[in-house]
């Protein structure tokens, strides 16, 4: 009985190479204009949250309004260039992490296809090692040693340990 296929895809030539150009000509047209933050960077900068981001609208709202209560020291013109960026990147932002999330979880469909598999296989290279197939053995101890006595289960007498 075969097992259950959760996922069965497959990428040509040709679709490989359209993402992989279309992923470049992202990273060119951003290329210059983006930052990579340090870890540090990244908590001391920290991100706006919603509450932040409407006080952000509010306050650009009241400087349209009122041009002449912004402080002399404050560029206006400048402010309006981030905010504008900030709106554009915010759209594209969502739409990439959109993309990247559908792609992680398809490969996660397909790594519990591949390890599931690997797990029947191995399984019989178990079993035939024990029946003294021809070669079987060789493979088999190859493969147990990626397996740990502390992970076993009911199912099977050695299991793998599950570090993604």
Known sequence: MALENLISIEFTTEELTALDTHLDGIQQVLA????NFTPSQRQQYGSIGNQNKLI??????????HPNWIPNFLDK??????????????????????LAQ???DTKTLLDH???TNSLSFYR??????????????TVY????????????????????????
């Not at 609208?57 to 309004?65: R, S, V």
């Not at 981030?82 to 739409?95: K, P, V």
């Not at 019989?124 to 053995?137: D, F, I, P, Q, T």
């Open 141 to 164: 101890e190859d493969m147990k040693v990626l397996f740990t006595k502390s992970a076993r289960t009911a199912n099977t007498d050695e299991e793998p340990t599950t570090d993604s």
């Open 56 to 65: 952000v609208d509010k306050a650009k709202n009241y400087m349209e309004q």
């Open 102 to 104: 559908q792609l992680l």
């Open 77 to 98: 013109t400048e402010f309006d260039k981030d905010y504008n960026a900030r709106q554009q990147m915010e759209e594209r932002t969502q739409r990439l992490q959109n």
């Open 124 to 137: 019989m290279m178990r079993y035939l090692a024990g029946e003294n197939e021809a070669g079987s053995k």
């Open 32 to 35: 210059g204009k983006t930052v």
């Open 113 to 115: 296809d591949n390890y």
